[in-house]
């Protein structure tokens, strides 16, 4: 568990390493937020209620992920099958019956970004050699479509905003989901995107306690327990976990709830 204190340590720490969660009083897009001020906590400085970042990618759905788990099971010999980790680890086993962290999916997670990027990149990539004996008005042509969005992939976004919880004394989790055209998504759609174990038991609609607005959210009640394990896995194989890495730990585990919600977490810190 975490004092209001730790919890604004760890989440300047987390605001500090991770771009994308920075703080930064020149725009509007502080990852800080104070919220409406009637709601605010006195246990917490005004201006730092809560973290929030913006308009973060979500580009397949859990089925999607799912469907792509089962198809990397290979055979081994006879009727035996390797699975995947999502099916060795039991998929069908809720947070409470296991509370673990899949590792394994994250790596897996991190080696797809990476190579979804190398794909990109290469794709993006004009022959200029190909292009000597084309019009004069080629490259307005490639740029119309670009304007256009043609060969762009649209995709979910997601504001994901951590609150503080006073009764759990823990972080806690919101999500609120647009679609592909910028229109906010039903509870239906957002559950799409949340592996269904939790959906079906930890995950709820509630209204934002600062932001005044209904949200998925993932309830607090094993968070603590959750972060226990993970971090007494880390001291038995040697590692150290400190008060300031609390929000990495925190959002590392919760992407197992969310695997295909790409927000930013990742810090160097002695997970060995």
Known sequence: MLTPEEFVLSGDQLTHKCPTWKYDKLTIQRRWEGGKEKLRSKNLPPEQQFLITRNVPCPRRIKDLMAKEVAQDKDVEGDWVEASSMTAKGTSSGPEETGVIDIDLEEKKEKRIASEKEVKQSEEIVDIMELENEPANV????????????????????????TYDFYYQTPRLWLFGYSEKGAPLTKEEMFEDIMSDYANKTVTIETHPHQGINCVSIHPCRHALVMKKLIDTIADNGGKADVHQAMFFFLKFISSVVPTIDYDYTVDMELE
């Open 139 to 162: 490259f307005e042509e490639m740029k119309s479509e670009e304007e256009k969005g043609i060969g762009t992939i649209q995709t979910r976004t997601y504001d994901i905003s951590i």
